[in-house]
């Protein structure tokens, strides 16, 4: 390469780095602001997390930001101490046993529902569907007293099926809208190339609709998960048996009778989220994808 | 298979009419082409055959048998879409073999089809391939296969070259063409391109607004337009009309278009007789109009003069936009013939190859023995 030539080469990626450069400190302000306002949320529950790794004399007595001066005091005593004792583990699979049916139910029955009101023609199908969408404005409290007279008088109460089909009816309507939009928005041809191949509505469910679904499916899967897992409402009100307590409702017991053993109180908030935050971060494409998928096809 | 038989279908979808009273006869074995501008009523058509849709009122057979209440799946047709609707998830395999894996037709059986089906269509390499991993020409092809596997009794294909690029189409018409032949098996292929439409099919049904304007052979189609609709719809680019008055003579009987005269050969006198003094409409195919240093022998020459408008030079030929006065028409000539725009110069019309029409009934003035309401 001639002198020139190399110099115009290395201009032009000065040039480059240069323009670069303008463009990230263009864009600074924002990255700072944004930065910063993560860091501000997230301070809370990092006091939280560094509080249920330090003794109960450090947390009665000095604040969690001074845990990192000297001298150290980290212990996994909390931790051990709530999953042992308190029922801690028991309530986690609980939770376990509550969430993962509550979760699994309402999306099968949302996806035959929201399959049928896309593409089954049948009298009352917009009606019926503007009804259930409707129901989203019902709030959970109005539904508490009646349902629990219901679930006494066909003793349902205390019982795990019970809170399946509780969490299965509130989350239906969501369910059923979002999946609706989803299933409408997938080709009318590739449906009708299935009839004509032959395949009955069962089988273009499992074996078109389905598979092509997964993204809607899997940001439902996470929304229904998170809620059920978090819930208090719904447990406190139709499970009212220790022993089926899932772990919210523990932990908010734990606030009554441990109210001042705050590095207890967060170890046993932080087993409690666990579970959720791997899930969500294993599934975090899916949930935002999720997000806009109902609103921008429907 | 036999023949596909449409006895007075109509379909409405609320207060529109999309077809209206079709009585059509497909005989077996044909290549089909219906054709006609957009919602005229063709794919409502062709999914009223496959069963996708239900007629309104009318009977539809295949054969002797009455298909009005059969499912889709039971009607041993097959359906390439304009959007070829291939499965996105499943390989090409996969999506060959589908609508076979479903009726349980023997695994062995299937991979027998799909190959040789894979192999006629040249698509054995992408047999493993996902469709967002094909070009629109292979996705079209898969689409075929998809078809050619299940060996149905017809095809029924819906624009399946719209999607494609120029050339692509050119090419694949072709090959479609050649199927057929290949496969001796019905096809029923609806288009608005009139082009595919010539070139490919043995049998056209026009349509237009949900009616039935005329079915027969191509060339019938070209020659013996029924109606001023088929007329300028069949044939590239469009025939050209002009109102003309019919006047009589000393020497014959001549047209009269205002600001031209041309006078009518002796052969078309007869059809034209009841006519004179009345106004009629007169076609002329641009084919049909050629400059008089470059004319073709044995044609029954009538001069006009006009002005040329613009010049379209396409190769092998000229397309002259030309004025008379207010009318405009085309003509296609020479692509030696020495012509500018806003030169005024002479044109010659073959006679012999001119239509006539009725006026408000646009119907042909020339008897049509060789069409008819169906595709015999």
Redesign the interface.
Same mark, same amino acid.
């Given at each position: 390469m001639s002198m020139v030539q190399e110099s115009s080469g290395t201009t032009h990626i000065f040039l480059r780095f240069l323009t670069s450069l303008r463009r990230l400190i263009s864009r600074l302000p924002l990255h700072i602001i944004l930065i910063g306002a993560a860091l501000l949320w997230m301070t809370p529950t990092f006091g939280l997390l560094v509080s249920s790794f330090r003794p109960a004399t450090a947390v009665g007595s000095t604040g969690w930001w001074t845990a990192f001066q000297t001298p150290f005091q980290f212990t996994l005593d909390n931790y051990s101490s709530v999953l042992s004792q308190n029922g801690m583990a028991r309530s986690f699979l609980n939770s376990l046993i509550i969430t993962i049916p509550a979760t699994i139910i309402p999306i099968l029955v949302a996806g035959f529902a929201a399959f049928a009101f896309a593409w089954m023609k049948f009298p009352g199908r917009n009606a019926l569907f503007i009804f259930v969408v409707a129901l989203l404005v019902v709030p959970i409290q109005v539904t508490l007293i009646p349902v629990l007279r219901l679930f006494t008088d066909v003793k349902l109460v205390g019982t795990f099926p019970g809170i399946w089909l509780a969490h299965t009816a509130y989350g239906l309507p969501l369910a059923i809208f979002l999946l609706r939009n989803f299933f409408g928005a997938l #080709?009318r %041809? $590739?449906l %009708?190339? =299935?009839? $004509?191949?032959? =395949?009955s509505n069962m089988?273009v469910f499992f074996r078109?609709i389905l #598979?092509?679904s997964v993204p809607a499916l899997a940001s439902l899967a996470i929304f229904q998960f998170l809620w059920v897992w978090n819930d208090l409402l719904v447990a406190l009100v139709y499970l009212q048996s220790p022993s089926k307590a899932p772990m919210t409702l523990t932990i908010n017991n734990l606030v009554s009778s441990f109210g001042t053993q705050w590095q207890l109180l967060t170890a046993a908030a932080f087993i409690s989220m666990i579970l959720p935050l791997i899930i969500f971060f294993a599934l975090q494409r899916y949930f935002v994808e999720g997000i806009t998928a109902g609103a921008v096809k429907g | 298979m036999a023949e596909v038989r449409f006895e007075h279908v109509t379909k409405r979808f609320g207060e529109t009419i999309a077809v209206n009273d079709l009585n059509l006869t497909i005989p077996d074995k044909e290549f089909l082409v219906l054709v006609g501008p957009s919602g005229c009523g063709k794919s409502t058509a062709l999914r009223l055959i496959s069963g996708l849709e239900e007629p309104t009122s009318g009977k539809i057979y295949i054969g002797d048998r009455l298909i009005n209440d059969v499912a889709p799946k039971d009607r041993d047709i097959a359906m390439v879409f304009q959007s070829y609707a291939l499965y996105p998830h499943m390989s090409v395999h996969d999506n060959m073999a589908f609508g076979l894996s479903l009726r349980k037709t023997p695994k062995p059986e299937i991979q027998r089809r799909v190959r040789e089906a894979a192999r006629v269509l040249g698509i054995e390499d992408l047999l493993k391939r996902k469709p967002r991993q094909l070009s629109g020409g292979q996705r079209q092809r898969v689409a075929l296969g998809r078809a050619i596997v299940r060996e149905p009794a017809a095809f029924l294909l819906d624009e399946p070259l719209s999607n494609l690029d120029a050339k692509l189409r050119v090419q694949t018409r072709a090959e479609l063409s050649k199927l057929h032949q290949r496969l001796g098996t019905t096809f029923i292929y609806v288009t608005h391109d009139q082009v595919e439409a010539l070139t490919m099919a043995t049998v056209i049904a026009v349509m237009n607004k949900g009616f039935l304007q005329q079915v027969g052979k191509p060339q019938n189609l070209y020659e013996r337009p029924d109606n001023v609709f088929v007329a300028g719809f069949i044939g590239s680019p469009a025939m050209n009309f002009f109102d003309v008055t019919v006047k009589g003579s000393q020497d014959g009987i001549y047209l009269d278009a205002g600001t031209f005269q041309v006078p009518v050969p002796k052969g078309k006198v007869g059809i034209l007789n009841k006519y004179l003094d009345k106004k009629i409409v007169f076609g002329i195919r641009p084919e049909d109009i050629h400059s008089p240093e470059y004319m073709a022998p044995g044609i029954i020459a009538s001069s006009i003069r006009a002005k040329v408008d613009v010049t379209e030079l396409m190769g092998n030929e000229f397309f002259l936009h030309m004025l008379s006065d207010d009318k405009s028409f085309l003509a296609r000539v020479d692509a030696r013939t020495p012509a500018k725009p806003g030169q005024e110069i002479e044109l010659v019309f073959n006679m012999a190859n001119m239509h006539a029409f009725d006026s408000e009934t646009q119907a042909s003035l020339q008897s049509n023995s060789n069409s008819s309401r169906s595709g015999a």
């Open positions: #080709p %041809e $590739l %009708e190339s =299935a009839y $004509l191949d032959g =395949a089988r078109l #598979p092509l | -």
